[in-house]
């Protein structure tokens, strides 16, 4: 499975930026996001399982976040709004090939992408 993640860059608090990530090779099930700021460990963001019916956030995001697959699941989307400075970070997606529950713990997801930035300032 290869997963290039695409969208990121400098935007202003408040401002929105969607997030793709597109899979190649294997099929992959449930797909999520995951961050990682400087200094600090990755941490889950989203989780989205195949049909794009079941979905995962966690707690910092939601309301703000939307976790979403194309027709065919073979693009990811995170689309960010109300952005906030403590959001600032590299953004990877993951991909698990094997069908199963959305997990939150890196550990579950095989495949993972090179990262995104996104950096958002005050």
């Known amino acids: 499975v290869h997963l290039l993640e695409s969208g990121g860059g400098l935007v202003q608090a408040e401002d929105s930026l969607r997030l793709s990530c597109v899979a190649s090779g294997e099929t992959v099930m449930n797909m999520g996001w995951f961050r990682q700021a400087p200094g600090k460990e990755r941490e889950f963001v989203a989780a989205i399982t195949w049909s794009g019916t079941g979905t995962y956030y966690a707690d910092s995001v939601k309301g703000r976040f939307t976790i979403s697959r194309s027709i065919g699941a073979t693009t990811m989307y995170l689309q960010m709004d109300r952005l906030e400075p403590e959001d600032t970070a590299t953004y990877y997606c993951?991909?698990?090939?094997?069908?199963?529950?959305?997990?939150?713990?890196?550990?579950?997801?095989?495949?993972w992408g090179q990262g995104t930035q996104v950096t958002v300032s005050s």
């Open positions: 993951a991909g698990d090939p094997v069908e199963g529950p959305l997990s939150h713990w890196p550990s579950e997801y095989s495949a």
